[in-house]
């Protein structure tokens, strides 16, 4: 009996619910939510942003992300200092306990990506991310940045997660 085959917008829904869930257990053996890696990948590849900067390119609340990060910093993953700019606003940047975090993090990623596309070939997986990079582009998401970031409000359920 063959399967009845299910509208793509589902398919991608359903996987990438998966997938953010796989990922959010994943990382939780590292005491991180997946707002907290999103946030430390940020700080790599942009250290020195200011909270107002940071909080504008994730679209998260400000609020919400000084909790974020006065947790972070309470893990010495985060530092806030001086704004070499702007003496009012902090800089943050990433620790070396950060940065080692961060390769974790990286590895658990890989083993991620490993797990989920095991059933696809190499062929198949890069084919795979140059489509999906398409409808991202097409569908204007900032390149990096998980459009669950601007659903977290202070409050809310997701801003608890």
Known sequence: MQRAKAPLAFLLAQVGAHAAMRF???ISRLNLTP???GILRM???SGGLSQQDLSTRLGIHPSRLVAILDALEERRLVERRPH?????????HLTEKGQGMLGEI???GRE???SLCASLTA???EQLGELLQKIATEQGLSPGIHPGFRRMRPGTKEAKA
Do not use: C, K, V
């Not at 070499?84 to 800089?91: C, H, I, K, P």
């Open 106 to 108: 990286g590895r658990i």
């Open 24 to 26: 959010g257990e994943r």
């Open 35 to 37: 707002p907290d890696a």
């Open 43 to 45: 700080l790599s590849a």
């Open 84 to 92: 070499t700019d702007d003496r009012r606003q902090y800089a943050l």
């Open 112 to 114: 991620h990506t490993e």
């Open 123 to 125: 062929a198949e997986r």
